[in-house]
């Protein structure tokens, strides 16, 4: 039996596009929520299109194009394949595995459902739907109707289009919250005394004078031209499908109104958040997709939600209870910063004049809740440019984003990110993954280990072995080694990572990870030595950014250019230079 709140333990795990519009040939990694970001003409309505196709028979129905082959080149089949993981028995994969029957070889663990469309000899273009286990020989899906498949049996696809169709759209989905209901016995009592009612007042109606005397007249001039009949006028007002003429409006729930001012429902930012609730309610309740597998298609929604409402709608549409398979398109940073751990960014973008994919499983972690927020929306702000810098601190962000400024260098392809310290790995994982060029600069940090009573105090090189960690993620092929504890002091361990290992300090550089001799005060001051250095250094240390932002209003186009071109401040070239 299908549970009124649906867990899917189904999994989606890759979608292969094989020349279909501007996908020549590309494969996606899939989680059930998946969050589709790119700049602007690279695909994104397309990849959801393609996902129509695949499993709304509304739109597989529609006319196919030349158009809709990649390059107008129709000699090549369209390919469209979903790869579906039933490893784990549930409801969902039982019902999947039962309507696929012999299509799946026992103990599969992955189904693949694949559309074709191809030019047929009578050039005619044909869409034929296939489904079975991974590397098997698939098998026709069966029809059911005239247009429908059994696949159309397994699967209820929701599409919800960007802000120009909101209208018409909420109108839709309105018609169909409204037409989904099961009486009780209880609304059928209430329906009988409907019906009496309705009897009644047809009745009282006819008694009108106004009736009467109508009835009267048309007889007597219906006997001039037929006298073998006469009419009788009888009321017929029907109440007819008691849920077809509601209508949703809306109220100020913080005003104390004993009776509530009603309004109707418009505006496209509160027709958006009610048509999500009804969205919501549907597939909750099981109601529109009758115990079929939901997935969920929105495009942009945070046209016309205010910054607040969007971050809103991230926490409701990434909570666990929330449960269709989704595909999410935005340009929105703030949609991403209540996702959940297991949710799939995939980043669409130009490379070589060609369409490139890559998808990331957004794991940030992060022990405590509000940490992980703080982590989701500073990686966030880097997912919309091809080219990301992360710093340890805002001083350096200020800093940074002030010589580029100042020397009228463009940023609007560039992020320079403050991390505050923490998890460069968990930046770099994702920011690599979806094939954006990070670069970053860190401290040359020194900690204290702990020690046993009585031991010497010993130091570990932690901002060395952090360009350790950053640099065997990006090239896990020629790993490097950490320095393990020195029985030293701070100064004397710095010395020793920078005397020793310069060569791992240059590969590291190679890699687009800058390592301070000291720090970026001390940094800065030897490429600028401005007054006394321990004056300079320390009035950095202490108000850090207030302190950083009064030296930059004193400095000028030369000391930029200077800080640009300095050995120690490489990453800024690096960044700006492709």
Request: net charge negative; with cysteine; charged share 25%.
């Amino acid at each position: 039996m299908i549970t009124k709140y649906w867990i899917l333990f189904v999994k989606l795990k890759k979608l292969r596009i094989i020349n279909f519009r501007n996908f020549d040939n590309c494969e996606i990694e899939l989680s059930n929520k998946n969050l589709i970001f790119g700049m602007n003409d690279v695909g994104k309505s397309n990849l959801i299109h393609a996902l129509r196709l695949l499993f709304d028979n509304r739109v597989r129905n529609y006319s196919i194009y030349d158009t809709d082959f990649h390059q107008l080149d129709a000699s090549k089949e369209i390919e469209i394949s979903c790869y579906i993981d039933i490893s784990i028995k549930n409801d969902y994969s039982e019902i999947l595995i039962a309507k696929a029957e012999n299509a799946i070889v026992s103990e599969s663990e992955l189904v693949q459902v694949k559309l074709i469309i191809y030019l047929s000899d009578d050039n005619q273009f044909i869409t034929q739907l296939y489904w079975g286990s991974e590397n098997e020989e698939l098998l026709l899906i069966p029809q059911h109707g005239s247009n429908r498949t059994v696949l159309d049996d397994i699967f209820y696809c929701t599409f919800i289009p960007a802000q120009n169709n909101t209208s018409s759209t909420f109108k839709d989905f309105k018609s169909e919250l409204l037409n989904n209901h099961t009486p009780n016995d209880e609304d059928r009592a209430i329906e009988g005394r409907i019906r009496d009612f309705n009897k009644s007042l047809n009745s009282s109606i006819s008694e009108l004078s106004t009736v009467a005397n109508m009835e009267s007249s048309l007889n007597a001039q219906l006997e001039l031209f037929d006298d073998n009949y006469q009419i009788k006028i009888r009321p017929n007002h029907m109440f007819g499908e008691l849920h077809s003429n509601l209508n949703i409006f809306m109220f100020d729930k913080c005003l104390d109104d004993e009776e509530p001012k009603l309004y109707p429902t418009a505006g496209d930012g509160r027709i958006r958040k009610v048509m999500y609730a009804i969205i919501s309610y549907l597939l909750r309740e099981g109601k529109n997709a009758n115990g079929r597998i939901p997935i969920l298609l929105i495009e942009e929604p945070e046209n016309h939600l205010f910054i607040a409402s969007q971050i809103e709608l991230s926490k409701t549409i990434f909570s666990e209870s929330f449960n269709p398979f989704l595909f999410l398109v935005t340009h929105s940073p703030q949609l991403f910063f209540k996702i959940s751990d297991q949710a799939n960014l995939i980043r669409l973008y130009k490379k070589d004049f060609q369409i490139k994919v890559k998808s990331e499983i957004a794991n940030v972690g992060g022990k405590y809740n509000h940490l992980k927020n703080i982590l989701m929306e500073n990686l966030a702000q880097c997912l919309f440019v091809n080219r990301v810098l992360l710093v340890e601190g805002p001083s350096e962000k200020l800093l940074f984003e002030w010589v580029l400024d100042t020397l009228e260098i463009d940023r609007k392809d560039i992020v320079i990110q403050s991390i505050n310290g923490v998890y460069f790995d968990k930046y770099l994982q994702v920011l690599v993954g979806l094939g954006i060029k990070v670069l970053m600069k860190t401290d040359n940090d020194v900690a204290k280990s702990r020690t046993k009573k009585g031991e010497a105090q010993k130091y570990t090189a932690l901002g060395f072995n952090r360009c350790v960690d950053l640099y065997n993620i990006i090239n896990p092929s020629s790993s490097k080694i950490k320095i393990s504890s020195q029985a030293t002091g701070y100064d004397e361990l710095r010395n020793f990572v920078l005397t020793n290992h310069q060569s791992d300090i240059l590969d590291f550089a190679n890699l687009g990870i800058y390592l301070s001799d000291l720090d970026l005060e001390n940094d800065l001051w030897d490429c600028l030595q401005i007054d006394d250095k321990k004056e300079f250094v320390e009035n950095l240390y202490e108000s850090k950014w207030i302190n950083m932002w009064e030296l930059l209003e004193s400095l000028t186009l030369v000391e930029a250019q200077k800080i640009y071109e300095h050995e120690k401040f490489q990453c800024l070239k690096a960044l700006t230079n492709e």
